[in-house]
Nanobody
Framework: QVQLVESGGGLVQPGGSLRLSCVTSGFSLDRYAVGWFRQAPGQEREAVSCISSSDGSKHYVDSVTGRFTISRDTAKNTVYLQMNSLKPEETAVYYC?????????????????WGQGTQVTVSA
């Protein structure tokens, strides 16, 4: 079955960096859309970045463009999110998700398979 396990979260100072990892199993990573999403307390889950299932193109929400980088290593069945210049308002639980085909991979409602999440706290 499809499984996703995130890691790499933690406490980081504003302006710092973290790299999140999502180890996947049960599907072919290069044939599925994969995305990173986040949810802060009391807020809805929102998109951060994704890789399209159709052509492998990478997409980012405006607020992280230029600071975050999504990548995947099919040999390791792992998806990464490199996060630089982190801001306090980006404190949230970060989730990875996957789906076979999605029309818009930045839409969390399109994904059925989710990991358990990893906490990222940006604070001095």
């Amino acid at each position: 079955q499809v499984q996703l396990v995130e890691s790499g979260g933690g406490l980081v100072q504003p302006g710092g960096s973290l790299r999140l990892s999502c180890v996947t199993s049960g599907f072919s990573l290069d044939r599925y859309a994969v995305g990173w999403f986040r949810q802060a307390p009391g807020q809805e889950r929102e998109a951060v970045s994704c890789i399209s299932s159709s052509d492998g193109s990478k997409h980012y929400v405006d607020s992280v463009t230029g600071r975050f980088t999504i990548s995947r290593d099919t040999a390791k069945n792992t998806v990464y999110l490199q996060m630089n210049s982190l801001k306090p308002e980006e404190t949230a639980v970060y989730y990875c998700a996957t789906e076979r085909v999605v029309s818009s991979c930045l839409n969390p409602g399109r994904f059925h398979y989710w990991g358990q999440g990893t906490q990222v706290t940006v604070s001095a």
